[in-house]
């Protein structure tokens, strides 16, 4: 591993890790002074190849700082620190491999209209049926400690989506999922949603459920 594999590895690490109960640790300040290292040495290196990696390990130097003096709101460890992430039918056919890029600790929110809609569609003996069939692969793989089979009920449903009351056989579907990120949500769970579906996404702001696109997810990976 090169110089700037290992820099831009520390800088990811600090860019996701929130504020720890007990920060700074002897285990972050040995972090920080890692990090000062690296920047002292290779901040005006022409071999980076990219100055946001810097960036961000200022930007965790300036939180150890403010750590140090009692000034920073205390989070969840990083160990306790998970998204819920609720991922549309759509974002599997657009990235099969979508699984192996979440972060170590979220949590793979599976709704089993999903799971139900994967299943139809491995029946067919087209493209979309591999495809599916190596999704469904996939998401058998996964781990289960890390991953959320979840449905909601149409009157637990009807109660979660106030503004979209009527719920059609057509739209059942995404009611669905906004159903169960909205439940997540009322039970103070950090859930997010990914789908590339726009209308979807325009009910789930409407919601307040926060959502990602899949370019927009891969641009944070």
């Known amino acids: 591993m090169d110089r700037y594999d290992v820099l831009k590895r520390l800088a990811r690490q600090c860019s996701k890790r929130p504020v720890s109960k007990n920060f700074p640790k002897e285990e972050n300040q040995q972090l ?9 040495r290779y901040e005006n290196d022409g071999d980076i190849k990219s100055r946001d990696e810097v960036r961000m390990l200022r930007d965790f130097l300036l939180l150890h700082e403010a750590a140090s003096k009692g000034t920073v709101f205390v989070q969840k460890t990083q160990q306790e620190f998970r998204y819920y992430l609720v991922i549309d039918t759509n974002i599997f056919f657009h990235d099969e491999e979508i699984l192996s890029r979440l972060d170590d600790h979220d949590i793979f929110v599976l709704p089993q209209i999903v ?6 569609r491995a ?13 469904l692969t996939h998401i058998r ?18 109660q979660l989506l106030l503004p979209f009351p009527v719920v059609t056989k057509n739209d059942n579907c995404d009611h669905q ?8 949500l009322t039970e103070k769970k950090p859930a997010q949603l990914l789908s590339n579906d726009t209308e979807l996404r325009k009910k789930a702001t409407q919601l307040g459920i926060p959502t990602l696109s899949l370019r927009e997810f891969l641009a944070d990976y």
């Open 32 to 40: 920080a002074n890692q990090i000062k290292d690296w920047l002292n």
């Open 115 to 120: 799971l139900d809609e994967l299943c139809n």
């Open 141 to 158: 793989q996964f781990p289960a400690n890390r991953m959320l089979k979840t449905h909601v009920s149409r009157m637990d449903a009807r």
């Open 123 to 135: 029946k067919n003996k087209d493209h979309n049926g591999k495809k599916s069939q190596r999704i």
């Open 177 to 184: 999922i906004l159903a169960v990120s909205k439940r997540l």
